[in-house]
Each structure stands twice: as C-alpha cells, then as structure tokens.
Nanobody, 115 residues
C-alpha cells in the first residue's frame, strides 16, 4: 500500500527553523519527483517546493525562496523540507506528494509560526 507520512512539524517562533520529513513506502520512491504543498486556514492548497527523482533539480514558490530547502534521501525513501527564517505566514498544514500521482498524498502535518 502507498503511504506518505509527514513528521517534524510543530510550533516555532518567527525566525526559527523546522525540518519536515516525509517517509514514503509502497512505491518506488526513487523514480518519482516529489513535492511539498501547504494549506493555510481559509486558503487554497499551494505548491511550496519540488524536487526531481534524483534530487538534481529543485524549485520553490517565490515566498519561500532563500529560506526553505527541499531535499531527499532515496536510500531512506525520505524527503525533507528544511525551513529557516520562518514567518507567521508560513503557518499551514504541510503535505507531501508524489508528482504525477494524484492519489499519493500524506495526511499533512501542522506547522505554526507564532510568538
């Protein structure tokens, strides 16, 4: 069975950092590009960051460029999102998914940036 499980969320102060993980199973993780999305209250789910299957290329929404870093470890079937210099507007539920796989989504994990 396909499974994507996010972890590492929580509460952080503005300017702080969090590292999210997405553990994948039930499919050949190393063959698929992966994405992070987020959804803030009252807003549409938005793309945050993406990474190609071998980690060779990444892309980000403008609002997180220079602050967030997406990466992956295919040997561990895990994707990461390092979030630095966090802002209150980063508060959202964060989801991982496999690009091109509409049904491959994690359950989401809460990230709250607040003092």
């Amino acid at each position: 069975q396909v499974q994507l499980v996010e972890s590492g969320g929580g509460l952080v102060q503005p300017g702080g950092s969090l590292r999210l993980s997405c553990a994948a199973s039930g499919f050949t993780f190393s063959r698929l590009a992966m994405n992070w999305y987020r959804q803030a209250p009252g807003k549409e789910r938005e793309f945050v960051a993406g990474i190609t299957s071998n980690g060779g290329s990444t892309n980000y929404v403008d609002s997180v460029k220079g602050r967030f870093t997406i990466s992956r470890d295919n040997a561990k079937n895990t994707m990461y999102l390092q979030m630095n210099s966090m802002k209150p507007e980063d508060t959202a539920v964060y989801y991982c998914n496999a690009r091109g796989r509409p049904n491959f989504w994690g359950q989401g994990i809460q990230v709250t940036v607040s003092s």
